[in-house]
């Protein structure tokens, strides 16, 4: 009999805009039942032992299914193996001295990321037109 327990725990800041949707767009994805997304910024989620709240809502992290904890461009291309239609990108990373580059933009990505996620934010809030005519 086949386990019901996901194969991935995705560990994600559910407080950051740019991060909500990019895990909506997972969720939505076919093979995500096998993910088991955590919201690490509420504060009933206990995160494990090996890993503070900290840690999780600044840097990407997945938990293989045989505990390996991953985190970073490693963990986004852990998770696109799993999801059917991203497994290009996971093949394409797993070229030569791709993962290198990967890690390298996404450490470049980290310091400003809060900004874009402000500004992500507050484009969510103006909605699809935004506000033209400025504050009110």
């Known amino acids: ?34 993910l088991d997304f955590v919201d690490v910024s509420l504060p009933e989620v206990v995160v494990p032992a090996d890993l503070t709240r900290q840690e999780a809502m600044s ?45 390298t933009g996404y450490r470049l990505f980290l310091p400003i990321r809060p900004v874009l996620a402000k500004l992500f934010g507050r484009a969510l809030a103006a909605g699809p037109g935004g506000d033209r005519e400025g504050s009110r």
């Open 59 to 103: 840097r990407f992290h997945v938990r293989a299914d045989d505990g390996t904890l991953i985190s970073g461009a490693a963990a986004f291309v852990d998770v696109w193996r799993r999801l059917p239609r991203w497994r290009w990108a996971a093949r394409l990373a797993a070229l030569p001295g791709m993962l290198v580059v990967l890690e």
């Open 1 to 34: 009999m086949a386990s019901e327990k996901p194969s991935l725990t995705v560990y994600f800041d559910g407080s950051c805009p740019l991060c909500r949707a990019e895990i909506s767009h997972y969720r939505a994805e076919a093979g995500a039942d096998a």
